[in-house]
T-cell receptor
Framework: GNSVTQMEGPVTLSEEAFLTINCTYT??????LFWYVQYPGEGLQLLLK?????DKGSNKGFEATYRKETTSFHLEKGSVQVSDSAVYFC??????????FGQGTELSVKP | NAGVTQTPKFQVLKTGQSMTLQCAQD?????MSWYRQDPGMGLRLIHY???????DQGEVPNGYNVSRSTTEDFPLRLLSAAPSQTSVYFC????????????????FGEGSRLTVL
């Protein structure tokens, strides 16, 4: 069946450190891939997306590349800020199927 | 810009009580859904609707009812609350229904935190 595996948290980094949050998935066909972010006390909001192989989604300094050969969509940021502290969810959407959320990775950035 | 509005934000119930979580969106979205968020389990789909008068079950529908009498509103009813329903509930919507029940960007409400004693 369709599933997604995210890097476990919590992840604690110092400001300006490099961030990688791993995400791998299993899905039929060619899914669209999403990263959502949940700031404290808020609902989820779309961070970035990619709809086909080798596409790179980017927003707010975050990037993720759709790697079909490794079925991965790792989230990266070169220099994190305290304001990036949040929970990040990887979410593949299989063709014609339901959006699947990963379990979420909590990121805490210290000054 | 109201977006997706959920009420109440917090609620405490006793086992066996019933209640309704309200969800309204002002974006004319056809698709609406309810998720629950529990520690270490991500978001799990409870029920969804692809348009007024149409609802369907998600991954964890037991103990919950929904209806969709208008495009704007999608209430979630707990008929007899149980401690296992203690969770944070999110309503989400998106435009259109093409490609299946769950494609494209979802717009989320701020959540409703429910505690069942």
């Amino acid at each position: 069946g369709n599933s997604v595996t995210q890097m476990e948290g919590p992840v604690t980094l110092s400001e300006e450190a490099f961030l990688t949050i791993n995400c791998t998935y299993t899905a039929t066909g060619y899914p669209s891939l999403f990263w959502y972010v949940q700031y404290p006390g808020e609902g989820l909001q779309l961070l970035l997306k990619a709809t086909k192989a080798d596409d790179k989604g980017s927003n707010k300094g975050f990037e993720a590349t759709y790697r079909k050969e490794t079925t991965s969509f790792h989230l990266e940021k070169g220099s994190v800020q305290v304001s990036d502290s949040a929970v990040y969810f990887c979410a593949p959407v299989p063709e014609g199927g339901k959006l699947i959320f990963g379990q979420g990775t909590e990121l805490s950035v210290k000054p | 810009n109201a977006g997706v509005t959920q009420t109440p934000k917090f609620q405490v119930l006793k086992t066996g009580q019933s209640m309704t979580l309200q969800c309204a969106q002002d974006m004319n979205h056809e698709y609406m859904s309810w998720y629950r968020q529990d520690p270490g389990m991500g978001l799990r789909l409870i029920h969804y609707s692809v348009g007024a008068g149409i609802t369907d079950q998600g991954e964890v529908p037991n103990g919950y009812n929904v209806s969709r009498s208008t495009t704007e509103d999608f209430p979630l009813r707990l008929l007899s609350a149980a401690p296992s329903q203690t969770s944070v509930y999110f309503c989400a919507s998106r435009p259109g229904t093409s490609g299946g029940p769950n494609t494209g960007e979802l717009f989320f409400g701020e959540g409703s935190r429910l505690t069942v004693l």
